[in-house]
Structure formats: C-alpha cells, structure tokens
C-alpha cells in the first residue's frame, strides 16, 4: 500500500569523476526525487544516463560529490562504521547479471544465508528454515537449495537473487535493469514476482531500466534522465499520456511498434549527436532536439525542472510539446532535410 510520504530524498545529487588531467565526467549532475512508501519510482533512460550511477551512491557503493541522501528522515551520507553496516539491512539491491551476481562456487543455501549470518545470530536449523521459506516466496523448490549457479537456468538464478535481497526483511530494494539479462519469456514471470512480493513484504523499489514498457509495468512515479538530469519527471500515466520534453517523444517514439502503420511519421527524431560539444550555458540535448535546435533561448539558458502548466508533471524543456506538436516538429525536420538535399542533389 503506498504510503504519500517519502522514504528515500534526493537532493541535488552530483557525481563527477576525473578522467586524465583537468577532464570531468559529468555522470550525475542535480539530480532530485522522493521515493514514496510502498511504491515504485522508475529511472528511465539511454545508456551512459547515469540511472546506474544513482543506485550506486544511494546503497554507497560510491561517495557522490555533492548532495543529500535521506532514508526515512536520517542522512544516509553521515553514516559510518556499524551505523552504515546496519543500514544495509533495509537497502537491498538486485542486480543486472543473475550470473556474475552469484559466487558460482557456493549453493544457493550458502548465497542466500550469508547475509543473514553476517547480520543475525540465528542457529543452523533456524537458517535452513528461513532459507526454504525464501526459495518457495520466490517461486523455487526447497530442494534448489544445494544447487550451484551453474546448474540453474538465468531465471532461476535472478529469483535466488531476489531470494537473498529480501532475506533480511529490508525497505527498500533498488532493481537495476533486473530483468534485462533473462529471456523476454521469463522477464514477464520475474515482473509478475517482484509485484507480488511488493504487496506481500510492503516493499518500495526503485527500478531502473532502458525498457520504457517494463517501466510502465512497474512504475507509479517515472524520472526521464538524459546525461546525468532529469528530463521528465511525474506520475506514470500522465507522462506515458502525454510526455512533454522532446527527449521523452524520442524515447517513446524508438519503441518498435509492428502494428502502427504511418507512413507520414517517421520516429527517428534526433537531427544530431550527443557527441557534438555542448557550450556551457546551454540546454544539453540542443544538439538533438528538433524543436529547440536553432532557438536562441535553448542555445543561451540551461532549462530547469519546473511545473507544467498547472499539472505536477515536471519538465527540464523551454518549449514542452505535446504528442502533436512533437510529430508536426519531426515532420516539418523531416521535409527541411529532404529539400536540403534535393538543393545539394540539383547544385
């Protein structure tokens, strides 16, 4: 049940890392959102966005360079020692590859218990048992039990993942792209699973995935990162609605679609590369966009996140544009390059 209160607060999270001398990546870069009780909070993007990068600094696997961490009202950042350690308990993660999550020379019984041993002071018998109760909540048999993970298939594999995740009763669980690495034919069982366990545990995820559909599947609240910021951010179905930064037409506009036939549109929007120099000061997918491209405004001011209209959907875009808007935009790019070259093509 979703509680509208936050459990996880980011506040202007930054990650920079140096590469080579006076060179900055910029992986993460002001990011803000609230995670609500008992619900799942989508990251969606391309790769090299930073979604992965955000995990990381919330679990502290990585130090950020600046900004704010709060789990339930306490400054994750500050802890250390035992107090971080503890911690851990409610933060759970898992992870992309079920293979190379899981030590290949340990059983399922050992993977799944370790956790529970490092943190409890529970017997032999006690362990056994609540490892047989973890394997039947995520779907294995109890005598999967004294397999390796070589002998189990990449499904298998992720449940026990999942299985050593929840072991410890944790709040949160942040999913980086969790079903990517299985079979289209198992992701939907895993999906239907990590639901089920939602309701069961009153577990809050954040799911971070390329895959927009998934997303959808899962989410209640999605943030759109492009290099590092938020794009887009808002309720599900409002965004997937109507989404309003060029950004997010693209993404949705990439989905393959066997079943919509127009021939007048074509999804292919980008009229640029990422790879081009972005000047400071201005908007950082200029460079792509087909609507703020050639605007003076996107070439000299960085847009921030800000309310649309009256909605609470937020949007990092000087010119938001509707579905229409964004295809009569993609159009009229469509037809300027066609009679480009057809110039070049005559001269």
């Not at 218990?113 to 018998?125: A, D, K, R, Y």
């Given at each position: 049940m979703i509680n509208e209160t936050p459990l996880i607060k980011v506040s202007n999270l930054v990650k920079h890392y140096k590469v080579g001398k006076g060179r900055t990546i910029q992986a993460?870069?002001?990011v803000s959102f609230e995670i609500m009780r008992g619900s799942t909070f989508g990251l969606v993007g391309e790769s090299g966005s930073g979604k992965s990068t955000i995990a990381k600094l919330i679990m502290r696997l990585e130090e950020p360079t600046s900004g704010g961490i709060e789990f339930d009202g306490v400054n994750l950042l500050s802890l250390k020692g035992k107090d971080l350690q503890r911690s851990r308990k409610d933060l759970q993660m898992v992870f992309q590859n079920p293979f190379d999550a899981l030590n290949r020379r340990k059983r399922v019984k050992d993977i799944i218990?370790?956790?529970?041993?490092?943190?409890?002071?529970?017997?032999?018998?006690d362990l056994?048992?609540?490892?047989?109760e973890l394997l039947e909540l995520v779907g294995l048999r109890p005598e999967m039990m004294d397999r390796f993970p070589h002998e189990m298939s990449g499904g298998q594999c992720q449940r026990v993942g999942i299985a050593r995740a929840i072991a410890l009763n944790p709040r949160i669980l942040i999913l980086d792209e969790s079903v990517s690495a299985v079979d289209v034919s198992i992701q939907a069982q895993i999906l239907n699973l990590l639901r089920d366990l939602q309701q069961k545990l009153n577990l809050t995820y954040l799911f971070i995935s390329h895959d927009l559909s998934i997303v959808r599947y899962m989410s209640h609240r999605v943030a759109v990162l492009y290099q590092g910021e938020i794009a887009e951010y808002g309720d599900r179905n409002d965004l997937f609605a109507e989404p309003l930064h060029p950004y997010t037409h693209t993404l949705m506009n990439s989905i393959p679609n066997l079943f919509l036939i127009d021939e007048q549109f074509s999804p292919t929007a980008d009229i640029g590369d990422d790879s081009q120099a972005i000047l400071p000061g201005e908007c950082r997918f200029r460079n792509r966009c087909v609507v703020g491209y050639n605007l003076e405004k996107c070439?000299?001011?960085?847009?921030?996140?800000?309310?649309?209209?009256?909605?609470?959907q937020?949007?990092?875009?000087?010119?938001?544009?509707?579905?229409?808007?964004?295809?009569?935009?993609?159009?009229?790019?469509?037809?300027n390059i066609k009679n480009q070259s057809?110039?070049?093509?005559?001269?």
């Open positions: 993460v870069n002001g218990g370790l956790p529970i041993s490092v943190h409890t002071e529970m017997s032999n018998f056994k048992k609540r490892t047989i070439k000299q001011q960085i847009p921030t996140l800000r309310n649309y209209q009256k909605s609470e937020l949007v990092a875009c000087h010119f938001p544009v509707t579905s229409a808007q964004y295809k009569a935009a993609v159009q009229a790019n469509t037809s057809h110039i070049v093509a005559s001269g």
